[in-house]
C-alpha cells in the first residue's frame, strides 16, 4: 500500500531564505508527483507537476525534484516570502483503474516571517 | 474564468438528514473526482468519475452516492448523514487520466451533529 509522508509537519522561516519540504513515499511504481499550495479555507493550487521519467520541475522560484529509487521528492523554494506561507501538500499518482488516483501527503505548514 | 465550483460552500446537517453537494467544472474535462480532506488524514478519494454516465468507488466510498448525468458537474448525495462524515469535501477535475494535472474546487465545509 502507497503510503505519503511529508516531514516537518510545520516549519518557520524568515523572509529571504532558501527552504526545502521533503516529500517520501514507499512505494517507487509511481506515474507521477505533484506539489499543491492549499491557502486557509481554500482549495487546492497545483504548483508542479513531475512525471515519473522526468527528474525535476521549474516554475519561478520553486523547484521540484523526484527521485523514484529512493522514493523521494523535494519542494525547494527560493527567497521564501510571506506570501509563499500556506500548506504545501504533496500527492503520488498510483497505477490501478482506469484514471488518476492521487495519494496524498498529510502536508507541511510554512509560514515565512516577514 | 470559473474551474471548478462548489456549492454550498458551508452547511451544518443534524444525523440522518440527506443533502446533496454539486459541482460544477467549465473546462470540458472528463475525468471527475470527489475528496474529503481531514485533520491528520490527507484527502482520501470518494468516487470518481472517468466520463459522463459512469461514476467508480474510491479508497472511502461507504455513505456516499454520485451521480455523472452531464459531463460538467459531478453530485455527491449523503443518504443519512453521520457526525463521522464531518469533513471538507473537495471536488476535482482533470482532462488526463494518468498523467494530467487536478484542478481543485475551493472546498464545501460539512458539518454533521
Known amino acids: 500500500k502507497q503510503e505519503v509522508t511529508q516531514i516537518p509537519a510545520a516549519l518557520s522561516v524568515p523572509e529571504g531564505e532558501n527552504l526545502v519540504l521533503n516529500c517520501s513515499f514507499t512505494?517507487?511504481?509511481?506515474?507521477?508527483l505533484q506539489w499543491f499550495r492549499q491557502d486557509p479555507g481554500k482549495g487546492l493550487t497545483s504548483l508542479l507537476l513531475?512525471?515519473?521519467?522526468?527528474r525535476e520541475q521549474t516554475s519561478g522560484r520553486l523547484n521540484a525534484s523526484l527521485d523514484k529509487s529512493s522514493g523521494r521528492s523535494t519542494l525547494y523554494i527560493a527567497a521564501s516570502q510571506p506570501g509563499d506561507s500556506a500548506t504545501y501538500l504533496c500527492?503520488?499518482?498510483?497505477?490501478?483503474?482506469?484514471?488518476?488516483?492521487?495519494?496524498f501527503g498529510t502536508g507541511t505548514l510554512l509560514a515565512v516571517q516577514p | 474564468n470559473a474551474g471548478v465550483t462548489q456549492t454550498p460552500k458551508f452547511r451544518v446537517l443534524k444525523t440522518g438528514q440527506s443533502m446533496t453537494l454539486l459541482c460544477a467544472q467549465d473546462?470540458?474535462?472528463?475525468?471527475m473526482y470527489w475528496y474529503r480532506q481531514d485533520p491528520g488524514m490527507g484527502l482520501r478519494l470518494i468516487h470518481y468519475?472517468?466520463?459522463?454516465?459512469?461514476?467508480a468507488k474510491g479508497e472511502v466510498p461507504d455513505g456516499y452516492n454520485v451521480s455523472r448525468l452531464k459531463k460538467q458537474n459531478f453530485l455527491l448525495g449523503l443518504e443519512s448523514a453521520a457526525p463521522s462524515q464531518t469533513s471538507v469535501y473537495f471536488c476535482?477535475?482533470?482532462?488526463?487520466?494518468?498523467?494530467?494535472?487536478?484542478?481543485f474546487g475551493e472546498g464545501s465545509r460539512l458539518t454533521v451533529l
Open positions: 476535482a477535475s482533470s482532462s488526463v487520466a494518468y498523467t494530467g494535472e487536478l484542478f
Open positions: 512505494d517507487s511504481a509511481i506515474y507521477n
Open positions: 513531475i512525471q515519473s521519467s522526468q
Open positions: 500527492a503520488v499518482g498510483r497505477y490501478g483503474g482506469a484514471t488518476n488516483k492521487l495519494i
Open positions: 473546462m470540458n474535462h472528463e475525468y
Open positions: 468519475s472517468v466520463g459522463e454516465g459512469t461514476t
